[in-house]
C-alpha cells in the first residue's frame, strides 16, 4: 500500500538503556589510596582524570595539575590506582548507555520522520509536526545531558521526559491509519463495482442505443464518486494534492493580472515546439534573474493578449523528441541544468500547463549553447546586447548565493519537516515556540526563509544549509556535503572508510566532529600493565578546521563537496574557493568569509570562531598537544588546511619547525605575549637543558626571514622576537 504510517513502539527492545540508573549516581572511585581519599575529599574526581587523560603523557618531571616539581617517582601509578575496575566498569556501562541511547532515538526520530511525509490527504499533520518538533529538541536536550554525565561522571543528572509526546504522537498515527484502512476498503471495491458499472452500462446500450453516447466513462463517475466521499485515489493515480490545485489556480490568476509584456512571464496556447520551449526556458530564466525574481514562469492555455484561459492541448508527460521523454530532452540541452517543471492544471475553463523556471544564479542559463534574453516581447541571443550581459553578471556578483532561494512555493507545514527548527532553539539555547507561526517568524528574522507573495514560502540557501534534515531535498546544495575518507597509510590509494553527512551544517556539526575523531589515528602505550590511547590531534583545532571549512567555501563552484581526508599521520580539509587573504597574514587579518551571514550565525552559536579565520584556535589546539602548526595551501579553485602528527621533535622536517615558529610567533604577537626562547621552547615542548635546539629553530625562521628581533641591540638573554610585518 502506498500509505504507511508506523508507531514508534517497533524499535522497544532493540535496544538495552539499562545504562540509564547510572545518570542519578554519584560515579566515583572505591579506592582507598591516600591520594584516592585526598580526591573524594575535595570532591574533584572529574577534574583529576581529565588531568590524567589529557596531560598525563606530557608530565615531563612537573605535575599536570598544579604545576609544581614533582617529587614521588611513583606519582602515574598512584594516579592510575585511584580509578579501580568498578569505576571503569561503570564508565564503561555510561558510555555504552550512550550509545545505546542515541541509536534508539534515532530509530524513533527516522520512523516519525517519514510519518511526515505521508502524502495522504484526509490526514492533518499539523499537530503531528509540532508535536515531532519538540520532541526532537528534548532529545537533543538529553543527548547533552548524557554527554556532560560522560565528561563528569560525578554529577548527578536527570533526562527529560519523552515518553509522554511519543505516546500522544503514536495516538495520532493510530489515527491515521485508521483512515487509511478505511480508504484502501473503498479502493479495493473498485473492481467489484466497475464489474457492475460495465453489466449495467451493457443492458442499459441494448435498451436504449440511442442515448448510450450520453452515459460518462466508469473512471470518471468513480473520480467523482471518490471526490464527493471524501475517498483518495491511489498515489500514481493523483494529479495532485488539494492544496496543490488551490496554490496554482491561485498563481494562474496573478499572473493573468499582469501587463501584456512582462520580461519574466510568457503566456501560450498551442505552440510547444521543444525548440522554442528550450529557447524561452533560457529567455526567462536570464530576464527573471535581471528582475530579481525567483522563479518566472511559461504558460500554455493562457491567452497572450487577453490574458484570458482558453484551454491547451499540450501534454508535456506525453510529449517526446524522438524516443526521448520531452522533460528529459530539454534537461540535456540546458547549461546549466535548471530544476524546470510542468505543471498540467485543470480549470473550468480548460487546461493550462504551468512552466516553472529558476531563475540563473551563478551564471546565464543557455540552450544548446546559446544564453537568450526578453527584449520586449521577443526572445534575442544574450551576446548582442553586452550592456544586459554586463548587468546579468553583475546581479550574480552582488546578490549573496546565501539569501537566493534553494526551496520555493512551501508552507509552513513543509518548512518544519524540511528543516530542523529545533536545532535552532537548543543552539540559540531558547525554548522552542508553542506554535508554528512563531517558528515561521524567528526563521524569517534570521533570513531562513523568505515570505511570497503568493503567502507561501521559499527556503534560502543559508536556511537549507544550516539546517535541512537532509540536504539532498535541495538539488542545488546536495553538493554542498561533508565527505570524511578514512585512508590507511599516507596516500589515497587504500580508502577504508567513505563517510558523507547530508544533515545542515549547523545541525549536524557536532555528528561531524564527533565521527572525525573517532577516525582519528590513536597512539597506544601500555604502561603498567593497562593499554592508553591517545588521540592524535586535539579536538578543538579539528572543530576550528570544520568551521572554516564551511564558511569559507565558495558556494558557486559546482560539483565539488566539503572533503576531510583522515591518513595516518595527517588531516587534509579542503574547500572550493581560493583562500580570500595572505596565507602568511591568516593569523592577524579580520574577519572576512565569503558567506558573511552564515558565518555571523555559526559565530553567534560559538560553533566558529569570532575573532577571524579561527587559524588562531587551531594553534592554540596544536600547541597544546605540542605537534607543528597547521599548513595552509591555496590555488585558482581551493583552500587546504593540514594537520600534522609526529611522536617526537626530532621527526618533524625543518619547514615544519620554521612554519610552527612563525606562526606562534605571529599568534603570540596578536595575543600581546613576549616571545622569548623560553616560550618557544615551551611551544615545541624543548627542556631548559636543550635549548641550543629552540635557538637552532629560531636561527633558521630568522633566516626565512618570517620573523625578526624586536630590539636588535638588545643582549642574548632579552632577545625578543616578532613577525616580519610588525
Given at each position: 500500500m502506498t500509505f504507511e504510517c508506523r508507531k514508534s513502539d517497533e524499535y522497544i527492545g532493540q535496544y538495552d538503556l539499562s545504562g540509564g540508573s547510572l545518570l542519578e549516581e554519584e560515579i566515583v572511585s572505591t579506592s582507598d589510596t591516600q591520594f584516592a581519599r585526598l580526591m573524594k575529599r575535595f570532591g574533584n574526581t572529574d577534574w583529576v582524570k581529565e588531568g590524567q587523560k589529557k596531560y598525563l603523557k606530557k608530565v615531563d618531571g612537573v605535575c599536570p595539575f598544579c604545576h609544581k616539581e614533582l617529587d614521588h617517582q611513583h606519582f602515574e601509578e598512584e594516579l592510575k590506582e585511584c580509578f579501580d575496575e568498578e569505576y571503569q566498569e561503570s564508565i564503561k556501562n555510561l558510555a555504552t548507555y550512550k550509545a545505546e541511547y542515541d541509536g534508539w532515538m534515532d530509530a524513533v526520530l527516522d520512523v516519525l520522520d517519514k510519518n511526515s511525509s505521508t502524502n495522504f490527504?484526509?490526514?492533518?499533520?499539523?499537530?503531528y509536526s509540532e508535536k515531532l518538533e519538540r520532541l526532537r529538541t528534548i532529545i537533543q536536550n538529553n543527548q547533552k545531558i548524557i554527554q556532560q554525565k560522560v565528561d563528569k561522571p560525578a554529577e548527578k543528572v536527570e533526562l527529560q521526559d519523552t515518553d509522554t509526546l511519543v505516546a500522544e504522537l503514536d495516538d495520532i498515527v493510530s489515527e491515521i491509519n485508521k483512515l487509511i484502512i478505511a480508504n484502501n476498503e473503498a479502493y479495493d471495491k473498485k473492481k467489484e463495482t466497475k464489474a457492475n458499472c460495465d453489466k449495467l452500462r451493457d443492458l442499459y446500450r441494448e435498451l436504449h442505443p440511442e442515448d448510450y453516447r450520453d452515459v460518462p466513462p466508469f473512471e470518471d463517475s468513480y473520480e467523482r464518486y471518490c471526490k464527493e466521499n471524501g475517498i483518495n485515489l491511489k498515489s500514481e493515480e493523483m494529479i495532485m494534492t488539494e492544496h496543490d490545485k488551490k496554490y496554482?489556480?491561485?498563481?494562474?490568476?496573478?499572473?493573468?493580472?499582469?501587463?501584456?509584456?512582462t520580461e519574466w512571464a510568457e503566456f501560450k496556447v498551442n505552440n510547444f515546439a521543444p525548440n522554442e520551449i528550450g529557447e524561452y526556458l533560457s529567455t526567462l530564466s536570464n530576464s527573471g534573474a535581471l528582475h530579481e525574481k525567483e522563479t518566472a514562469y511559461l504558460l500554455y492555455g493562457v491567452h497572450d493578449e487577453t490574458h484570458e484561459i482558453v484551454g491547451t492541448k499540450f501534454k508535456p508527460k506525453e510529449a517526446k523528441v524522438g524516443n526521448e521523454e520531452l522533460e528529459n530532452w530539454l534537461l540535456t540541452q540546458l547549461t546549466p541544468r535548471i530544476d524546470f517543471k510542468f505543471v498540467e492544471v485543470y480549470t473550468e475553463k480548460g487546461p493550462v500547463v504551468v512552466v516553472e523556471i529558476p531563475v540563473a544564479k551563478i551564471q546565464p542559463t543557455a540552450f544548446k549553447g546559446v544564453e537568450y534574453i526578453r527584449v520586449g516581447s521577443y526572445s534575442k541571443k544574450l551576446k548582442d546586447f553586452p550592456e544586459k550581459e554586463r548587468k546579468l553578471w553583475r546581479m550574480f556578483e552582488i546578490?549573496?548565493?546565501?539569501?537566493?532561494?534553494?526551496?520555493?512555493?512551501?508552507?509552513?507545514?513543509?518548512?518544519?519537516?524540511?528543516l530542523d527548527t529545533g536545532a535552532f532553539y537548543t543552539l540559540m539555547s531558547l525554548p522552542v515556540p508553542s506554535t508554528r507561526d512563531e517558528i515561521i517568524h524567528d526563521f524569517s528574522e534570521y533570513g531562513f526563509i523568505k515570505r511570497m507573495d503568493n503567502g507561501n514560502y521559499s527556503i534560502t540557501n543559508m536556511g537549507a544549509l544550516l539546517f535541512a534534515k537532509d540536504i539532498r531535498d535541495f538539488i542545488y546544495l546536495e553538493n554542498k556535503r561533508i565527505r570524511v575518507?578514512?585512508?590507511k597509510g599516507s596516500g589515497r590509494t587504500n580508502a577504508i572508510r567513505d563517510q558523507f553527512f547530508y544533515k545542515g551544517y549547523a545541525v549536524g556539526f557536532d555528528d561531524i566532529v564527533n565521527y572525525i575523531m573517532s577516525?582519528?589515528?590513536?597512539?597506544?602505550?601500555?604502561?603498567?600493565?593497562?593499554?592508553?590511547?591517545?588521540?592524535?590531534?586535539?579536538?578543538?583545532?579539528?572543530?576550528?578546521?570544520?568551521?572554516?571549512?564551511?564558511?569559507?567555501?565558495?558556494?558557486?563552484?559546482?560539483?565539488?563537496?566539503?572533503?576531510?581526508?583522515?591518513?595516518?599521520?595527517?588531516?587534509?580539509?579542503?574547500?572550493?574557493?581560493?583562500?580570500?587573504?595572505?596565507?602568511?597574514?591568516?593569523?592577524?587579518?579580520?574577519?572576512?568569509?565569503?558567506?558573511?551571514?552564515?558565518?555571523?550565525?555559526?559565530?553567534?552559536?560559538?560553533?566558529?570562531?569570532?575573532?577571524?579565520?579561527?587559524?588562531?584556535?587551531?594553534?592554540?589546539?596544536?600547541?597544546?598537544?605540542?605537534?607543528?602548526?597547521?599548513?595552509?595551501?591555496?590555488?585558482?579553485?581551493?583552500?587546504?588546511?593540514?594537520?600534522?602528527w609526529h611522536e617526537s621533535l626530532s621527526k618533524w622536517s625543518k619547514e615544519d619547525k620554521t612554519r610552527t615558529c612563525y606562526l606562534y610567533v605571529c599568534y603570540c604577537y596578536v595575543n600581546g605575549i613576549e616571545v622569548s626562547n623560553a616560550?618557544?621552547?615551551?611551544?615545541?615542548?624543548?627542556?631548559?637543558?636543550?635549548?641550543?635546539?629552540?635557538?637552532?629553530?629560531?636561527?633558521?625562521?630568522?633566516?626565512?626571514?618570517?620573523?625578526?628581533?624586536?630590539?636588535?641591540?638588545a643582549a642574548v638573554k632579552m632577545r625578543r622576537y616578532v613577525p616580519y610585518w610588525a
Open positions: 490527504p484526509r490526514s492533518d499533520l499539523s499537530l496554482y489556480r491561485s498563481l494562474i490568476d496573478e499572473l493573468k493580472k499582469l501587463p501584456k509584456e546578490r549573496p548565493f546565501e539569501t537566493m532561494s534553494a526551496k520555493e512555493n512551501v508552507d509552513s507545514e513543509t518548512i518544519t519537516r524540511m575518507i578514512r585512508y577516525m582519528l589515528p590513536q597512539e597506544e602505550t601500555i604502561e603498567t600493565a593497562r593499554r592508553e590511547e591517545f588521540i592524535m590531534f586535539p579536538e578543538k583545532a579539528v572543530r576550528e578546521m570544520l568551521g572554516n571549512l564551511m564558511i569559507h567555501q565558495d558556494m558557486t563552484a559546482r560539483g565539488q563537496s566539503l572533503m576531510v581526508e583522515i591518513f595516518d599521520e595527517r588531516i587534509e580539509a579542503t574547500n572550493p574557493g581560493s583562500l580570500l587573504v595572505d596565507v602568511d597574514r591568516i593569523i592577524d587579518t579580520a574577519p572576512h568569509a565569503r558567506n558573511e551571514k552564515m558565518a555571523d550565525f555559526l559565530r553567534l552559536v560559538h560553533i566558529c570562531e569570532v575573532r577571524g579565520s579561527g587559524f588562531d584556535r587551531m594553534e592554540e589546539g596544536m600547541c597544546d598537544w605540542k605537534i607543528p602548526a597547521p599548513k595552509v595551501e591555496t590555488g585558482e579553485d581551493f583552500c587546504r588546511t593540514m594537520f600534522f616560550v618557544l621552547r615551551d611551544r615545541f615542548g624543548i627542556t631548559e637543558v636543550n635549548k641550543a635546539m629552540a635557538s637552532r629553530i629560531i636561527k633558521d625562521t630568522v633566516e626565512t626571514g618570517k620573523i625578526k628581533l624586536k630590539d636588535p641591540n
